[in-house]
Structure formats: structure tokens, C-alpha cells
């Protein structure tokens, strides 16, 4: 571009033949031009409020600024809340994974406990296994840890806490197959393919109890600590007559989550 066309230029817009307005402007940082979804968060209260919040002339600037960042608030936990609840891998807030022995040691440890103590219930009463003393086990074998598995869960639109009893498998004998039978692909695009085609209906169902009430050929036992039972279990099954050393054994007659042989068990049942 040519100095004669700048210069002519920036006579029309910003010399004497502008108008007084632009020249006034001049300078000025102008305002971009808002989106039309932009446009719609400047009449929205919150937009409103955080406008209040910054205007250091506006009678209310102190009453904004505390309904914003309460608003702040609310939001950054909720969000978190749903990223733990929705999220593969159930996490801390200081970001380490979550697991049974750092939810005991967390702000919600009375909750967790008490969830722990409807799983105990819960397999003592589906007859999956039964309080005994140690002096009682038979000889050669095999008195495995207790590992329970804990889970943030959404229900109901409610953030709940499970928590579900697993044995320390790895510490048992077991040579048989692990793995659980799945449907083929093949079988599956099948399926798709038939509910498309004839317009039919799909339900998926969660079998909440599948690795749960199938008889062993022998019986396990893993060793339970009080201090994660709660007291008024304790006194309902009569544990502290049954412990030893702080701890009391559970004899497992059936199938239980961490169960190296609890999938084989299910194919043959």
C-alpha cells in the first residue's frame, strides 16, 4: 500500500474529514463484538452479578462478590463430585486413588464404615459365609486377608458410597481357569442388527449379586479386622467372643468377589 493511500486514509478516519466521535475513539480499546450465546450469559443473573462484583462504584459490590464466589464454590464441587462419580478409577482429593484404607482415614471414614458394615451383613445373610473362631480352621489351610473394594457410585441422581467384600485371592490355591465367558462381537452386531431391522426393544440388566451364592467344593476363610466392623454388627454377631488378636475369621461357603475360581464356578453351576 502506498504512503498517498495511508495517508488518505487515515485523513477520512481520524482527520479533519472524520467525524468528532471517531476521532474522539481514537486510541480507545474497543469492546470485540459479543457471540449471540454470549449475548445471552450478559442477561443472565450470574453474568449480572459478576458485573456488580467488579464495578468498585456499585452500592452492592460487596453482596455480589460474596454470592459469586459462593456460586464458585458450589460449582467447582459439584463438577468434582461428578468427575469422581462418573470416573473409571475413584480418586482422593489430593488426587491418589481411592481405596479402602485411605476412605477410612478421609473426612467421610463414618460413612464408609457404615457402608462396610451393610456388605458384611449383606454376605452373612445371603449365606456366603459365617463368623468362626481362628482356633477353629481347619489345619493346612490357607487363612487369607480381607481386601474390601470401594466405589463412588451414582443413584438416583445421589452420590453413594459401596463398599464390596473381597478376599485376597491371590493368596489362595487355585489352578484352574480364571476367565468368565463372554459373548463373540459377532454375536453382539447380530443382536444390533436384529433390534434395528424388526424395531424390537433392548434391556440390559445388572446382575448386582453375579459372583455371589455359588457353592465351593471346599470352603475358604480370610481373616476380617474389628476396627473396620461396626459396633453394633460386632454385637449382633457376637464378634468379640470369636476374635483373635483384633481380628476374627470368616468362613466362606460360597462364591465372593476376588475369588480366583468364582467365573469357573459360574460355568459350571
Not at 460474596?66 to 475413584?90: C, F, G, H, M, P
Not at 457402608?115 to 481347619?138: D, K, N, W, Y
Amino acid at each position: 500500500m502506498s504512503a498517498a493511500i495511508q495517508s488518505e486514509e487515515l485523513h477520512l478516519n481520524y482527520g479533519p474529514a472524520a467525524s468528532e466521535t471517531r476521532r474522539k475513539n481514537k486510541g480507545r480499546r474497543q469492546r470485540p463484538r459479543l457471540e449471540w450465546y454470549q449475548h445471552r450469559y450478559e442477561q443472565t443473573t450470574t453474568a449480572k452479578l459478576e458485573r456488580y462484583a467488579k464495578d468498585p462504584k456499585c452500592k452492592l459490590q460487596a453482596q455480589a462478590q460474596a454470592i459469586t464466589k459462593i456460586i464458585s464454590e458450589t460449582n467447582d464441587r459439584l463438577q468434582a463430585e461428578a468427575l469422581r462419580a462418573y470416573s473409571a478409577v475413584d480418586m482422593n482429593t489430593d488426587g491418589t486413588i481411592l481405596t479402602f484404607s485411605s476412605a477410612m482415614r478421609g473426612p467421610d471414614a463414618k460413612a464408609w464404615l457404615e457402608a462396610h458394615g451393610e456388605e458384611i451383613v449383606r454376605l452373612i445373610e445371603q449365606g456366603c459365609g459365617t463368623f468362626m473362631r481362628r482356633s477353629e480352621v481347619p489345619k493346612g489351610k490357607i487363612v487369607t486377608y480381607y481386601n474390601p473394594q470401594v466405589k463412588i457410585k451414582m443413584k438416583n441422581g445421589k452420590l453413594v458410597k459401596r463398599v464390596r467384600g473381597a478376599v485376597g485371592g491371590d493368596r489362595l490355591t487355585y489352578d484352574g481357569p480364571t476367565s468368565a465367558l463372554v459373548a463373540a462381537l459377532e454375536t453382539i452386531r447380530l443382536l444390533l442388527n436384529a433390534i434395528v431391522t424388526e424395531g424390537a426393544s433392548m434391556m440390559c440388566i445388572d446382575i448386582k449379586d453375579y459372583y455371589l451364592g455359588t457353592p465351593l467344593a471346599e470352603p475358604e476363610y480370610m481373616s476380617v479386622s474389628l476396627k473396620h466392623i461396626p459396633l453394633d454388627i460386632q454385637l449382633k454377631y457376637n464378634l468379640k467372643e470369636l476374635a483373635h488378636n483384633g481380628s476374627v475369621v470368616m468362613r466362606l461357603g460360597t462364591t465372593v468377589y476376588g475369588l480366583k475360581s468364582a467365573d469357573d464356578y459360574h460355568k459350571t453351576d
